[in-house]
């Protein structure tokens, strides 16, 4: 089970909407067949495994990171390609969430004769699965929340300039990160600052993620590289409920896909935006702030994971703050994080930090 969690893991980001899930199988001690997910989701690991393995599948134990499917889509259900091949167990850490499954995938099983057992590294599976698991029962997609600063908390100096305050090894450890998630996401701010591409670069993946920036108004350079490259890599924009209807014109014409989002306040609902972005398909959503985003994320309780790069040097008061204002007024409301991870990066240190 293990070796199927770690397989599902190296296809993070590829697989959306679809869960990125591994899957062994083993006759008489000896692995015949493995895979994952592949890119885009289809065919799913199954019945790739179960091609490997062919007629040594037949009296083996499946090892699966996700209960089967049960359903009909665009390919059929694992389920009866498990049963066709004449396995004798399958082993899956959790049940999948999804309506059209959830649960009748084991009965599916059981009822042709097959042994299922459950829970078996289950707290992993739901770990690397949060995600989808969550979005499938009407939850929000994961979210990563990505910091780098200077040692007293700067994200950049008094005149804006930010590159580069971490090192070659942290930046290439922050496109690994992207490369695992299905979008990346900046606020409007970022996106005018800095004119990222927001791409996985150097990593070899076969789907980049979708670049989503957050711009309530709208108000995005059109010459931007975002912009040039709408077309080859998705672009979605989320917007207030009034864009200047010039602007969304322009924007849907160079091929970007647009969010009329809900507002709290004057500000977007960042739940509601999630939330939209998690209906069309996203489970797990890796953020780069830039500091007014990232507070709204945090004072809103909806970042799940803290990765924060550190720098050896100090930028001084004059220096931009990581993160905007989050309305504190006593401790006591404070987002309690659990730390995960501690290790360097080159000469950066990087601290992973768990939702508590």
């Not at 009965?107 to 042994?115: M, N, S, V, Y």
């Amino acid at each position: 089970m293990a070796l199927a969690l770690a397989l599902g893991r190296r296809v993070q980001g590829q697989c959306w909407p679809n869960p990125a899930v591994g899957c062994v199988i083993v006759r008489e001690g000896r692995i015949v067949g493995r895979a994952a997910t592949a890119p885009g989701g289809r065919p799913h690991a199954e019945p790739q495994a179960l091609a490997q393995a062919g007629a040594a599948a037949r009296g083996a134990t499946v090892y699966v990171s996700l209960e089967p499917c049960a359903h009909h889509g665009r390919t059929p259900p694992c389920t009866d390609a498990l049963i066709a091949a004449g396995v004798a167990r399958v082993v899956a850490p959790v049940m999948d969430r999804d309506p059209r499954v959830s649960g009748k995938g084991f009965d599916r099983l059981r009822a042709a004769g097959i042994e299922v057992i459950t829970g078996i590294c289950a707290e992993e599976a739901t770990r690397d699965l949060g995600g989808f698991l969550r979005r499938e029962a009407g939850g929000l997609p994961h979210l990563t929340l990505k910091l780098a600063m200077s040692l007293d908390g700067r994200i950049a100096t008094a005149s804006g300039e930010s590159r580069w305050i971490t090192g070659p090894g942290a930046r290439r450890a922050v496109h690994a990160m992207r490369a695992r998630h299905d979008a990346v996401m900046v606020g409007a701010g970022t996106a005018r600052a800095d004119d990222p591409m927001l791409t996985a670069r150097g990593m070899g993946v076969a789907r980049q993620p979708a670049r989503v920036v957050v711009s309530r108004r709208l108000d995005l350079p059109l010459m931007s590289q975002l912009a040039q490259t709408a077309r080859d890599v998705p672009l979605w924009l989320c917007h207030g409920p009034d864009p200047d209807p010039a602007l969304a014109e322009a924007w849907d014409g160079i091929g970007a896909r647009r969010f009329a989002c809900g507002l709290s306040g004057r500000q977007l609902d960042m739940a509601g935006v999630l939330r939209d972005l998690g209906e069309a398909g996203l489970t797990r959503i890796f953020c780069e702030g830039g500091g007014g985003l990232a507070a709204s994320l945090l004072s809103a309780g909806l970042v799940d994971e803290l990765v924060v790069f550190s720098a050896g040097l100090a930028i001084g008061a004059e220096g931009l703050p990581g993160l905007g204002a989050l309305g504190l007024e006593t401790l006591a409301e404070a987002r309690r994080f659990r730390l995960e991870e501690v290790r360097a990066v080159d000469g950066d240190a990087m601290s992973r930090w768990i939702k508590g």
